[in-house]
């Protein structure tokens, strides 16, 4: 069994519904969760502008799935919800990237892991510290934990809790 990091996004639709669809549908599909972190709202990154907040979570789970057949399920999960990649950076229905696998990088044509851009991105580094702050990500030399409180104060994360129907302040 192989330790895994996934990190979940939506903007669009019922954001929270998605987020669970995705945790369910991986569970089904080869990923045993042994953790799941808090739900938080944070204000969109990249270059697209004029596009909702996303509700992010992080989920800590083991598999025997390769990573190339887990990255084909997650491909799967978000076209099943009606993710269209059309734009880079846009609003969708459903991210699911995979963060974490194991203790070594991956380096393959259709997948790297780390996550290219996590060591910069809070909305995945916070919610992932809250559930597993001592995994060393490969290549940084720095547990989770470190590298969110790196970045803890950009992006504008939040938690967010069910129902709510604004941001916190």
Not at 47 to 52: G, H, N, R, T, W
Not at 86 to 113: A, H, K, Q
Not at 153 to 165: A, Q, Y
């Amino acid at each position: 069994m192989n330790r895994v990091a996934i990190g979940l996004g939506s903007n669009l639709g019922n954001r929270e519904e998605h987020l669970q669809y995705a945790r369910n549908e991986l569970a089904q599909r080869g990923v045993t969760w042994t953790a799941v972190s808090s739900l938080y709202e944070t204000n969109p990154v990249g270059p697209v502008a004029d596009q909702p907040p996303y509700l992010n979570q992080a989920a800590v789970g083991v598999t025997n799935l390769s990573p190339g057949a887990l990255l084909q399920i997650c491909l799967a999960v978000e076209a099943e919800r009606g993710r269209v990649r059309t734009l880079r950076w846009g609003p969708r229905t459903l991210d699911i990237d995979i963060l974490l696998y194991g203790e070594n990088p991956v380096d393959e044509p259709e997948l790297t892991i780390p996550h290219l851009e996590m060591a910069n991105r809070a909305f995945v580094l916070v919610p992932l510290a809250e559930i597993a702050p001592d995994w060393m990500v490969p290549g940084s030399g720095q547990t989770v934990a470190t590298l969110a409180e790196i970045v803890a104060g950009k992006e504008g994360v939040r938690l967010w809790r069910s129902g709510d129907t604004k941001p916190p302040m």
